[in-house]
């Protein structure tokens, strides 16, 4: 299995060291931040992760469904991931810039990189638009819909920076009407209260893409197997069992996909290494399901896609002519739900 190289912060072309991009609030020779990380070098990892090649759809099909997600291996070239891996750490050199105490938009010294974009998204980046015609992840994730009609709602991901010494709350991405927040999004309702969208086929995936090698240090992902047709309430930080702590996807290496069903069970890890962990990503809505879409590529850029890659995005699609706003910001304006008529 081809792996590329990995790099540091202390290498990156803006000269970025790892004592200015991270660690503002705890030191990496804290006491328990040292007890922490050989507990990680020890312990992290799910066992038994199965990685599987590109070419065996068949395969990865069944593991998504059965455990909510699957790691797919070089689904990137070595050319393909040190271009991602560039255009996020210029990405996350442009965030960063605009947290001094790196208070992050996530939680401390957590990032989204859709959540840090005036447009909520980063697909006017060339690096994301790359990742929207792959001949390795995109028969899966037709086979996983059952067709290759499904469509892009947005180009996004996260970031953490080393000393994000908290873990993320695990949560899921998707979940039934919120009337409450308000919210354009999770608007799936059943008006005889029988079903819930966990008890439908899977809606929604999203890839997350591995420019890094994911090890035990570094703040893998959570996952946790089989949570995606769950109604149990996720548990809470204080209540999560250990074991879940250390369910997080890897090792793993560069150019790697993890393809999961944003409905399961997931949340960040401590990143204990000197080193940004990003996971840029693509969002996909299944050809039968549909939320609030907005633009998040322009009509010139959309026109140099290839004829798949535009299908794709056509429905986040700016008009011909209209200009994007593509300004980094930590906290972009909320979406909002039109009031009835």
Same mark, same amino acid.
């Given at each position: ?132 015609? =792959?001949? %390795? #992840?995109? *028969?899966?994730? &037709? ?5 290759? /009609?499904?469509?892009?709602?947005? @180009? ?89 702590? =250390?369910? %997080? #996807?890897? *090792?793993?290496? &560069? ?5 999961? /069903?944003?409905?399961?069970?997931? @949340? ?74």
């Amino acid at each position: 299995m081809a792996v590329a190289s990995r790099t540091s912060v202390t290498s990156r072309g803006s000269g970025v060291r790892s004592d200015e991009l991270g660690w503002s609030d705890h030191s990496r020779d804290d006491p328990d931040v040292v007890r922490l990380r050989a507990h990680l070098e020890n312990h992290n990892g799910l066992s038994g992760l199965e990685i599987v090649e590109a070419g065996d759809i068949e395969r990865a099909v069944r593991i998504f469904r059965r455990d909510g997600f699957v790691v797919i291996a070089d689904a990137l070239t070595s050319s393909q991931t040190s271009v991602l891996r560039d255009g996020c750490d210029e990405v996350i050199d442009g965030i960063v810039s605009l947290d001094d105490d790196r208070s992050g938009n996530r939680g401390s010294h957590r990032y989204s990189f859709g959540g840090s974009s005036a447009t909520r998204s980063q697909l006017h980046r060339p690096e994301w638009q790359m990742l929207l015609d =792959l001949a %390795t #992840v995109n *028969p899966i994730v &037709a086979a996983i819909f059952g067709s290759p /009609d499904y469509l892009v709602r947005s @180009g996004s991901g996260d970031f953490c920076l080393p000393g994000a010494v908290e873990y993320q709350p695990l949560h899921s991405d998707i979940h039934d009407v919120d009337t409450e927040r308000r919210s354009p999004y999770s608007s799936f309702q059943d008006p005889l209260g029988q079903i819930s969208i966990r008890d439908l086929p899977c809606p929604y995936v999203c890839l997350n893409f591995m420019p890094q090698d994911m090890t035990r240090l570094n703040g893998p992902t959570r996952q946790i197997p089989g949570s995606q047709r769950s109604r149990e309430p996720i548990p809470t930080l204080d209540d999560e069992p250990e074991w879940m702590r =250390l369910s %997080t #996807v890897c *090792p793993a290496p &560069a150019g790697s996909v993890q393809i999961r /069903d944003v409905r399961a069970w997931h @949340g960040g890890t401590p990143n204990l290494s000197d080193e940004a962990r990003s996971i840029p990503n693509l969002e996909l809505y299944a050809p039968w399901f549909r939320e609030p879409l907005s633009p998040g590529i322009t009509d010139d850029d959309h026109r140099r896609l290839s004829p798949y890659a535009q299908h794709l995005t056509r429905y986040v699609v700016a008009d011909p002519g209209a200009e994007l706003d593509t300004r980094l910001t930590l906290r972009p304006e909320p979406p909002t739900v039109p009031e009835p008529a």
